[in-house]
């Protein structure tokens, strides 16, 4: 799986070379939002941009109407918060993009249950990474309760929970946990390639949460690049949006197509 997927990029980047990545060097062309660099094939462009960037799913809007400026990857309406090349012609790499959270908390002494399911990446150039190596891991913080990753069929693949002390407090509700001790306690995590060969990439995934009936207790549930659950500010069961990591310049969707990549 991975061998062909090496070969396939390495496919690409000889394509790439063979005839010349088509780059506008055009003032309507923009590679910057910001604070963020937004290198070729990804681009910001007027909506009829063609050359900004390689094909529309790699358009990028730099939302200025907040204090600093913000990407958006259009098409799916991520926040990007950096994209990052490699290979030699830096035709395929990583895209961290900001995906909320899903939380719930128990209230009036009723257990509570939370359903969310991601963007469907299927047929674009990017794809879930699943490596925990430089990938992502699927993480939950909360006292009681459980938390569930699914797969893009629905199926259950992997889940956690985590406990506190045995004198929980209400104030369990609002927990925080040091990023680099997310192991059982307040906080739990899954390596998604430990439990499935095949979630090196996903094209979307869905995420459940639920607490008991012990009321004030709230659970979050959330992939997140495995580099910002190690390192960081501590994360709160309250936490909103986390850094995701997508791979781009997926490549056998392009075999089929010859539409994606550049
Ligand atoms: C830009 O950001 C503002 C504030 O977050 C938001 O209300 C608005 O919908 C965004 N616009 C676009 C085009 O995403
Ligand atoms: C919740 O349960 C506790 C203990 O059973 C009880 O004292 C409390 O009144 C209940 N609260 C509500 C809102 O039902
Ligand atoms: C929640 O609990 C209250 C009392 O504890 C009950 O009246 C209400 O029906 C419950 N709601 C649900 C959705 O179970
Ligand atoms: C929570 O649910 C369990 C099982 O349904 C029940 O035995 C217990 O009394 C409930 N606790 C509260 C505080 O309602
Ligand atoms: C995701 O998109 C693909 C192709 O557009 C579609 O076939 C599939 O049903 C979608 N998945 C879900 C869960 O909607
Ligand atoms: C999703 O998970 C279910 C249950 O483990 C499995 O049967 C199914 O093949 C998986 N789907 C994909 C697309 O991996």
């Given at each position: 799986m991975l061998n062909l997927y090496t070969l396939l990029v390495s496919i690409i980047i000889l394509c790439c070379s063979w005839k010349p990545c088509q780059q506008r060097q055009d003032t309507?062309?923009?590679?910057?939002c910001g604070s963020i660099n937004i290198p070729y094939p990804f681009g910001i462009g007027p909506?009829?941009?063609?050359?900004?960037?390689?094909?529309?799913?790699?358009a990028v809007s730099c939302n200025?109407?907040?204090p600093s400026p913000i990407p958006v990857?259009?098409?799916?309406?991520l926040e990007i918060l950096e994209i990052q090349r490699s290979g030699r012609k830096g035709s395929w790499g990583s895209l961290i993009v900001k995906i909320p959270t899903l939380s719930t908390c128990s209230r009036n002494n009723n257990s509570t249950e939370a359903k969310w399911m991601s963007n469907?990446?299927?047929?674009?150039?990017f794809r879930f990474a699943?490596?925990?190596?430089d990938g992502n891991v699927f993480a939950s913080v909360g006292c009681d309760g459980h938390a569930v990753f699914y797969n893009e069929?629905?199926?259950?693949i992997a889940g956690c929970t985590s406990v506190c002390s045995?004198?929980?407090?209400?104030?369990?509700?609002a927990v925080t946990v040091?990023?680099?001790?997310?192991?059982?306690?307040?906080c739990c995590q899954v390596q998604l390639t430990s439990v499935?060969?095949?979630?090196?990439?996903?094209k979307q995934y869905g995420i459940s949460v639920g607490t008991t009936n012990t009321s004030g207790f709230c659970r979050t549930a959330f992939l997140i690049g495995k580099k910002y659950l190690e390192a960081g500010p501590p994360l709160a069961s309250g936490i909103t949006a986390v850094p995701v990591v997508l791979k781009w310049g997926y490549a056998p969707t392009w075999f089929r197509k010859h539409a994606y990549l550049i």
């Open positions: 309507d062309c923009l590679h910057r909506p009829d941009g063609k050359g900004c960037y390689s094909n529309p799913k790699f200025s109407s907040t990857l259009s098409k799916f309406n469907n990446l299927t047929d674009s150039p699943g490596d925990a190596v069929t629905g199926g259950m045995p004198d929980n407090s209400p104030s369990a509700g040091s990023r680099s001790k997310c192991y059982g306690y307040r499935h060969k095949h979630f090196m990439e996903l």
